[in-house]
């Protein structure tokens, strides 16, 4: 049985995973490291606060290594100038919408670990992403979101 392929992300998502991931193991674990030895070293540790505070920070970074470490195997890069299709909306496409209103919006679609709302990336899995995935130019989506139905066309697709 041929496994499921992983979860889509951009080349600069990966790299921003593997940036955290480094910076977590080579600079602030070993910090923190030397922290819980010196703090060790003074004797009772039950009343330590840098002991005590070290060993907690050393959990979550260990946490949060296991974390990256697993979806950078886990994710499958993919390049969004690579898409063969550049006039329909897939993975990496910044996209134009316009409502009823002629309200604008830009999106991109990105991987779930690298959405940003704030600056318009939207992940994969979100309700915008699955509507206007596979809209051409003219097309009309609906998306459900709290408030209820919205409809959007699509104005404009891009691939950086």
């Known amino acids: 049985m041929a496994s499921k392929p992983g979860p889509p992300i951009t080349p600069k998502g990966m790299a921003a995973l593997k940036a955290r991931y480094d910076h977590l193991l080579g600079k602030e674990r070993?910090?923190?490291v030397e922290i819980v030895s010196w703090a060790a070293?003074?004797?009772d540790r039950s009343e330590n606060g840098d002991y005590l505070y070290g060993r907690k920070?050393?959990?979550e970074i260990d946490r949060e290594l296991g974390y990256l470490s697993r979806r950078m195997k886990a994710c499958r890069v993919v390049d969004p100038s690579?898409?063969?299709n550049k006039a329909r909306v897939f993975f990496g496409a910044r996209v134009e919408l316009a409502d009823e209103d002629d309200e604008r919006m830009?999106?991109?679609i990105v991987g779930d670990d690298?959405?940003?709302a704030g600056?318009?990336?939207v992940g994969w899995s979100s309700p915008?992403?699955?509507a206007i995935k596979g809209a051409s130019i003219g097309d009309l989506r609906t998306v459900r979101l709290p408030g209820g139905l919205k409809e959007w066309e699509v104005m404009a697709v891009h691939y950086d």
Do not use: S
């Open 106 to 108: 830009t999106v991109q």
């Open 82 to 84: 690579e898409q063969p």
């Open 119 to 121: 600056t318009g990336r």
């Open 57 to 59: 920070r050393m959990r």
């Open 128 to 130: 915008i992403a699955k």
């Open 30 to 32: 070993p910090e923190i």
């Open 41 to 43: 070293g003074n004797g």
């Open 114 to 116: 690298e959405q940003d």
